[in-house]
Each structure stands twice: as structure tokens, then as C-alpha cells.
């Protein structure tokens, strides 16, 4: 078989550290070709083009100084360039650019390539919450797996240990994709059952053929049934895998108020537990039934815990509340994070869409809170009564 070509469609803090794993890896094997192609968004740094100072010096003096990427990682300025010819597309972009990037990208991608998105983010759509890898499957018709974990970008360029979890539906696939990830100080878990089946296609097509071995095996329709009710777990299941790290970077920010309103570790231990609270309903309420285990791997307590301890979202909150209310969180953001990009009240927003909609903001009260907090309709000062006064202690 020839060698696989990979296009890294993104080049941020994460974007760059990613880079780095897979432009080593690659050296190493024959599966993959050497050269690797990196969608970079041009922009002039120090008045140079980003992607010239990638290409000479090998280093993004913007978005991860101090952390060389090899010298076959390409910097490309041109997302279809860059991504045409790729057999493997890794997508690790702020979720508010995917929209954009699948519609220039769509018809433009090989018809046999593989996609993984590391990107953390919701997309509403007008049947409601969807998921960033649905939109990446639907737009670019290509499978899509996931990456996920408890990976503060800066930590895996310093090469601590550290762990990810992949879903991925397809074995080989996600063999391959841990293949190209995996170091000794990045260590995969690739679930395999339950990871990228198609979300809403694709549950449709197995549950088809559910139905037809039923039908074929001359199932009596109790049994059918029951084939059906298993699917829908597994479906929901999978929901649920791909939906938990999206809502930490929510839990991540009201850590970051509470810190920034002068409180300490057992307020911020009382942030995580009733924040995990709410996820668990969350998921519950709309995307069904949740097993608890899931929220044991690395995409779940474990991201929860190193966000709310070190995570960005958590950083510029509570110099937000600490500022308050001389700026808004958006001057903080850009203050702070150079043109890095905050997920969590953009996701914060998207959840409340929904939690509106459906009436149920008084049983949600910190994901309701951090949405109000961070567009400046409430004081921060008033997030500790939605911990004291929250459905959890009634
Ligand atoms: N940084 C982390 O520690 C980390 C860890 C795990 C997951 N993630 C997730 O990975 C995703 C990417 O985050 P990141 O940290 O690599 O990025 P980032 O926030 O560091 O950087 C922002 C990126 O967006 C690009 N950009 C700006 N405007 C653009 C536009 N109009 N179109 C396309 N691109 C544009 C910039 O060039 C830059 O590469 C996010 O969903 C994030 O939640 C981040
Ligand atoms: O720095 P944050 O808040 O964007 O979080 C980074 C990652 O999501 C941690 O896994």
C-alpha cells in the first residue's frame, strides 16, 4: 500500500503541538508519506508571513513559541492546496471556523480520505445540537473519528505525560490515527466500537441492517425490538463520548470565576462536582441515556479537572472577574491569548440556545450562569448563589 498523505487543517496552540507529534511520527514509519501539509490562516507576525516563518524557521512565533515542528511539516496558506491530495485530514481548528472551512473545502477532498477532529465545540443547526464531526462527515463526506483528552497544548509540546481518548467505529482506522499520534509521553485509547459510527447516517444505515439480519434471522418483533432499543443506546452512547469535552471548557470557566472572585481549592472542588452534575443531565436531556464509565476516560473527569485547573478558558475568566466590569471578556481574550481562541463562551451560548428553547435554565444553573456572566448580563459576583442555591442541595 502506499504511503498515506496527511494535511493538518489548523496550525494554533493545539494545531502546532499536533504538528509536532505527527511530523515525528511520520519520519518513522512507511505508512505514512514524509511530507506533511498544514493549513496555516495567513496573517503577518512581526511583520513576516506566518506561514514563511513556519517554512524557514520551523517554529509558529505566535501561536506556540519556543517549540520547533520538523522541517517536513509544509505550511500552506491555501486550505484546498493543502488538503486536496491528503489521505488523512487532521481538523484541529476553533470550531467557529469549521463552518467556513468545510464549505470551501466540500468536493474538494479525496473521496477515500479519513478525517479526525480534535476540535471542542457544538454546532447549532435547525434540528438543534449537533456535532462538529457530523459536520464534517455531512459537508466533506468523509469518515470522521475524534480526538479527545485531558491535553493542555502547552504541557504535550513540553512532552509531559499525558493520555487522549480516540473514537473511532472503524478498527484499522483508528489504529491508524493512534499510529500517527500516539509518543511514549501521549498515550491513545482508541474505543472501538461505539467511535465514529456515522451519528445520524450512518446509525440509520446499521440500523437497517439491524433490522434486515432480524428480519433475515426471522426475529419475532419483541426481538426486533430490543435490536432496535441496543442500537439507540449505542448511538446515544457514542453521543455521549463526543459531546463531554465540548461542555468542559463551560465548567472550566465558571472555575475561573470563582477564582477571580477570591475563593479557593474546595470552591473550585464544588465548580468541577456540580458542573459534572450538569453535564451528566445535559447529555441525559438530549441526547438520551448516559453510561457513567464514559465519563471516567481521559475525554471526561480527567479534561474536566486539568481545564478547570490550568485550561485557558479558565485563565481569562478570572481575569475577567477580577477586571470586572472595566472590560468585556472578548478585550480580555484578546489580551491575553494573541489571537488564541476561548471555546468556552462560544459553547456556553450554544448550550443555553438550547436550555432556553426548552425551558431549563433553572435546573442548569452554572452553565446557565457562565453564559449570562460571559456576555455581561450578570454580575459575577452572583455565580456563588447559583452553586449554593443550585438544584443539587434542594
Ligand atoms: N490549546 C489547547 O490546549 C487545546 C487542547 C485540546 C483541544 N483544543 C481544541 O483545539 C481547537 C483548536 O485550538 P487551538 O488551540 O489549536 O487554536 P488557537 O486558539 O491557539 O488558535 C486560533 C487559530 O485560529 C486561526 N484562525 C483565526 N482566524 C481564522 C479564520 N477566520 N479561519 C480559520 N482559522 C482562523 C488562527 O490562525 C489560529 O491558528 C479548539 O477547538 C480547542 O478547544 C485546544
Ligand atoms: O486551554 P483551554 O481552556 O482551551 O483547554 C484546553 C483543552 O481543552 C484541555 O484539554
Redesign the pocket.
Known amino acids: 500500500m502506499s504511503p498515506k498523505k496527511v494535511c493538518i487543517v489548523?496550525?494554533?496552540?493545539?494545531?502546532?503541538?499536533i504538528a509536532k507529534i505527527i511530523g515525528n511520527n511520520v519520519q518513522n514509519t512507511k505508512d505514512f508519506e514524509t511530507s506533511v501539509s498544514m493549513y496555516?490562516?495567513e496573517?503577518m507576525v512581526e511583520g513576516r508571513k506566518?506561514t514563511e516563518i513556519i517554512n524557514t524557521d520551523h517554529e509558529n512565533t505566535?501561536?506556540l513559541p519556543g517549540h520547533k515542528v520538523p522541517a517536513n511539516v509544509v505550511a500552506i496558506p491555501d486550505v484546498i492546496e493543502a488538503a486536496s491530495d491528503a489521505d488523512v485530514l487532521v481538523f484541529?481548528?476553533?470550531?467557529q471556523?469549521m463552518k467556513?472551512?468545510c464549505k470551501t473545502l466540500k468536493g474538494k477532498v479525496k473521496e477515500s480520505a479519513v478525517g479526525i477532529t480534535?476540535?471542542?465545540?457544538l454546532d447549532i443547526t435547525e434540528a438543534g445540537l449537533d456535532l462538529i464531526s457530523n459536520m464534517i462527515r455531512r459537508e466533506l463526506s468523509i469518515p470522521c473519528a475524534v480526538l479527545?483528552?485531558a491535553?493542555?497544548?502547552?504541557e504535550?509540546a513540553r512532552e509531559n505525560y499525558c493520555e487522549a481518548t480516540i473514537g473511532c467505529k472503524d478498527k484499522d482506522i483508528g489504529n491508524t490515527f493512534k499510529d500517527l499520534m500516539q509518543t511514549p509521553y501521549f498515550r491513545i485509547v482508541v474505543v472501538e466500537d461505539e467511535a465514529t459510527v456515522e451519528l445520524c447516517g450512518a446509525l440509520k444505515d446499521v440500523m437497517e441492517i439491524a433490522a434486515g439480519i432480524a428480519d433475515a434471522l426471522d426475529m419475532i418483533a419483541n426481538t426486533k425490538a430490543a435490536v432496535v432499543r441496543l442500537g439507540i443506546f449505542e448511538y446515544q452512547l457514542l453521543l455521549l463520548k463526543l459531546v463531554i469535552?465540548n461542555i468542559v471548557?463551560i465548567v472550566a470557566v465558571g472555575a475561573g470565576f470563582t477564582e477571580g472572585l477570591g475563593f479557593g481549592d474546595n470552591t473550585k472542588a464544588a465548580v468541577i462536582r456540580l458542573g459534572l452534575m450538569e453535564m451528566v443531565k445535559f447529555i441525559e436531556e438530549f441526547f438520551g441515556q448516559s453510561k457513567i464509565e464514559t465519563f471516567l476516560e481521559s475525554c471526561g473527569i480527567a479534561d474536566l479537572v486539568t481545564t478547570c485547573y490550568s485550561?485557558?478558558n479558565r485563565r481569562c475568566a478570572e481575569a475577567y472577574v477580577r477586571q470586572y466590569p472595566k472590560k468585556s471578556l472578548k478585550e480580555i481574550e484578546i489580551e491575553m491569548?494573541d489571537?488564541?481562541?476561548?471555546?468556552g463562551p462560544i459553547t456556553a451560548a450554544e448550550v443555553n440556545h438550547m436550555l432556553r428553547k426548552n425551558n431549563l435554565e433553572n435546573r442548569f444553573p452554572i452553565f446557565t450562569a457562565v453564559h449570562y456572566i460571559c456576555v455581561g448580563d450578570l454580575s459575577p459576583t452572583r455565580f456563588i448563589d447559583c452553586l449554593r442555591d443550585h438544584p443539587e442541595h434542594m
Do not use: D
Not at 92 to 95: D, K
Open positions: 489548523g496550525s494554533g496552540n493545539w494545531g502546532m503541538v496555516v490562516f496573517e506566518l505566535k501561536y484541529v481548528l476553533p470550531h471556523f467556513n472551512i480534535l476540535i471542542k465545540g479527545m483528552g491535553n493542555i497544548a502547552s504535550v469535552p471548557n485550561g485557558r491569548l489571537g488564541q481562541s476561548l471555546q
